[in-house]
């Protein structure tokens, strides 16, 4: 009687724990989301039932409590799981996958343990009792699989030990419940203890978000891989040996082994599988990594590495077995004012749209490249294809091609020109692959200057192209290929952007046969330019009245000892790229000041001197000093010197700009803008400068050609002058009836070939 009395309040107990755990589990689900709530109803549904269970329990015990017995095991396995799937791995795998290999796992390890149990203990009673232990045992080796092998912050393992501890007490009262042996009050304080556990963990705060994975487990990632084996291979070796001993397997100890040999097999699969999928992903990733690291991210195009791996491909071919290739390097014009007048966002989109129509433009052995910035480049290939000559209509025009050279602007009608000595020595065709490249250039100029619409608005753009071809022979390097046809675009803007020219400079396939090197070698600090091939030659501007010179321009020319004459459009072009271009303007304002005693011997009579300064200038310091001091050194009175902004490059700071100039005028210089009309000059700069003399460009002085447009630009320019008190010359007068022209709308300056082409000092004539 004492004994059935404590045996209910036992299960009284039991059932009033378990309900209080349910509730508890059930309150602390609330707020929560995810796997977090999932948990927690569960475990409030497993205790509820088990609770239950305890008021028809009997003895011996009916189905039905066993099955109930059983109900809150399968909550917690379908929970682990559930944990299973949110917990970092050191190796990403399939959430199933991982869940399965959990399971299996679980059970190799205690099916392993429960076979080295069997080999000592032969009298385990075997009914539904035994079903109990075994399920506590599978769950709290997951329990310690998921410790162990998914690494995760203190606060995220708290709940799992938690729930670990909870089901170690279950298993601790049902092993002696089916033992039938130690004191009840220990089976009772396990059942006890279980339901408070999980409470416990139900109450746990919610984890943080875990940054990364425990650096300290992925330090061995191969635990989780040989920590459900290493319990296997122990029982195994056991059995090996019992059976060496001549004690034969029990039916139930062969059955076991069988049952281990299909999970080991099962579970190897699953990781042949997850090594598989993981394999791909490197795969992927590599992929991805290669194309990132080949490919602008902007606009899918090839990148600056991707461009000099291919150009050296298309170099190596040339030389190898003659194929030719050709560059072109495209620069947008004015590309900043899009940016400051839509915004970044919009300009980026313009890049993207300028390098789909890039790619439409070129054949499929063509490489399109953003180098950078508003820069793209293309390697055109010609060592797949065989371009076929153009057919050629009798009586049809032949358009030309204009080429910049050493020499110049070359015109080619479909004859390339070799000339020596100032005679054409041979005439060779026009190589069609060149014709080719042009071709794809003039198609890709074309196609990029019309307006892209985005968003509604119509954005236009305009672009500068420069052509270099590496013939059949020429031993050139990336570098020099890409510097060249750098040279010619820059090219372009010097003479107003928008077209396409074609660099054709000094055939010698000697390194010290470029350009850009051998300006860089003249230019060096230390050198002379002067022993280097540069020289100052001097072009008078005359009163348009009388033809009387009133003033001369200095400028620089070069003739480099290996390449030859080379023209100024290349050479200064070259140098405000490469940042020499003070080095050539310090030398010519040297040389003038120096020369202005000789000059004023020529004519008779001390005479104004121009020398061009580039507007890059105006932003460094340096420019005043250097100024100062040529007048200085050669005793130049500062009224005679006349300062010509050349602005090829846009003045980034006016006020900047405007404060330099005036510095120089406070010592007496004055200052002029050149090249008015075109480039980046305009009404504002005379505005925003100081400016003593306005040089109109030639573009704005062909009244002989079209006088009423002309006439009506001019009449309007030198009104505004007039009213500024601004002098104006006008440039570009190589005929009588333009130089009378502009006489009569009242420009009293002039200069051109008609009165003198730029000459050195000893060639100089008072008369023009």
């Known amino acids: 009687m004492v004994i059935a009395s404590v045996v209910v309040l036992a299960d009284l107990a039991q059932l009033v724990v378990g309900l209080i755990a349910a509730v508890t589990c059930l309150f602390a689900a609330r707020g929560r989301t995810g796997v977090s709530r999932h948990w927690r109803h569960l475990a409030a549904g497993g205790l509820l039932i088990w609770s239950l269970t305890r008021l028809w329990v009997s003895e011996p015990p009916g189905i039905l409590s066993d099955l109930g017995f059983l109900v809150l095991p399968a909550c917690m396995l379908v929970g682990l799981l559930a944990a299973a799937h949110t917990r970092p791995r050191p190796v990403p795998t399939s959430p199933r996958r991982d869940q399965l290999a959990l399971i299996i796992d679980s059970v190799l390890i205690t099916g392993s343990l429960l076979a080295l149990i069997w080999s000592f203990c032969d009298d385990v009673a075997a009914d539904w009792f035994v079903a109990y232990p075994i399920v ?91 920590l459900p084996y290493g319990p296997v291979v122990v029982v195994g070796g056991l059995l090996v040996a019992q059976t ?366 121009h020398v061009n300064v580039s507007a890059g200038r105006l932003g460094q310091q340096g420019l005043q000093e250097a100024v100062s001091a040529a007048l200085e050194r050669h005793g130049v009175p500062p009224s005679r010197l006349i300062v010509e902004i050349t602005e090829t490059l846009r003045i980034p700071d006016l006020p900047r700009a405007a404060a330099v100039l005036n510095s120089l005028r406070a010592l007496g210089v004055r200052i002029a803008l050149d090249d008015f009309g075109s480039g980046y000059n305009a009404l504002a700069q005379l505005h925003s400068m100081p400016v003593d003399i306005v040089k109109l460009d030639s573009t704005l002085t062909d009244v002989d050609a079209e006088p009423d447009r002309a006439g009506a630009l001019c009449r309007s320019v030198l009104a505004i002058c007039a009213e500024l008190g601004i002098a104006v010359v006008a440039e570009g007068l190589e005929t009588v009836e333009r130089s009378s022209g502009m006489a009569a709308l009242g420009c009293p300056l002039g200069q051109g070939y008609l009165f003198g082409p730029p000459v050195p000092l000893n060639r100089l004539s008072p008369t023009p």
């Open 136 to 226: 506590d045992l599978v769950l709290v080796t997951m329990v310690v699989l998921l410790l162990t092998t998914r690494p995760d912050s203190p606060a995220g393992r708290r709940p799992l030990v938690l729930i670990g501890a909870a089901i170690l007490a279950f298993g601790t009262g049902d092993t002696l419940r089916l033992l039938g042996t130690g004191p009840a009050w220990l089976e009772i304080t396990g059942h006890l203890l279980g339901p408070v556990f999980i409470a416990l963990a139900a109450l746990n705060p919610a984890r943080p978000v875990v940054a990364g994975p425990d650096t300290t487990l992925l330090e061995h990632p191969w635990l989780h891989l040989l």
């Open 244 to 609: 060496i001993g001549g004690e034969p397997l029990t039916a139930s100890q062969a059955y076991l082994g069988w049952f281990g040999l299909a999970l080991v097999v099962t579970r190897q699969m699953l990781t042949i599988m997850d090594n598989t999928v993981l394999l791909g992903r490197i795969a992927e990733a590599q992929q991805r990594l290669h194309h990132q690291a080949y490919h602008d991210p902007l606009t899918g195009l090839a990148n600056r590495a991707l461009f000099r791996e291919r150009l050296g491909l298309a170099l190596e071919a040339n030389q190898s077995r003659g194929a030719p290739v050709a560059v072109l390097f495209a620069d947008l014009d004015d590309f900043k004012l899009i940016n400051d007048t839509f915004g970044h966002a919009m300009g980026d989109r313009v890049l993207t749209a300028v390098g789909e129509r890039m790619r439409s433009c070129v054949r499929s052995q063509d490489l399109v490249a953003r180098l950078g910035g508003d820069e793209f480049a293309v390697v055109l290939g010609f060592g797949f294809e065989t371009a076929q000559a153009p057919r050629r209509r009798r009586g049809r025009f032949r358009p030309r091609r204009y080429v910049l050279s050493a020499a110049g602007v070359r015109v080619h009608d479909g004859m390339d020109r070799r000339v020596s000595a100032g005679r054409v020595t041979a005439e060779l065709p026009y190589p069609v692959w060149v014709a080719e490249a042009e071709a794809i250039g003039q198609r890709m100029l074309a196609e990029l200057r019309e307006p892209y619409q985005i968003d509604g608005r119509s954005v236009g753009v305009g672009v500068s192209v420069g052509l270099v071809a590496a013939e059949p022979g020429d031993r050139l390097s990336a570098d020099i290929l890409l510097r060249r046809a750098d040279a010619a675009m820059y090219a372009v803007k010097r003479r107003g952007k928008g077209a396409l020219v074609t660099y054709a400079g000094p055939r010698d396939s000697a390194p010290n046969a470029d350009l850009p090197q051998l300006l860089a070698g003249a230019l060096s600090d230390g050198g002379s330019p002067a022993e280097a091939g540069f020289q100052v030659y001097y072009q008078p501007i005359v009163r348009l009245s009388d033809s009387t010179t009133v003033a001369v321009e200095a400028l620089a020319r070069w003739t480099d000892p290996v390449a030859g004459p080379v023209h100024p459009d290349v050479f200064v072009t070259m140098a405000e790229r490469t940042g020499l271009v003070a080095a050539i303007d310090d030398f010519v304002l040297d040389q003038a000041c120096a020369d202005a005693a000789q000059l004023a011997a020529v004519f008779g009579r001390p005479i104004d001197i």
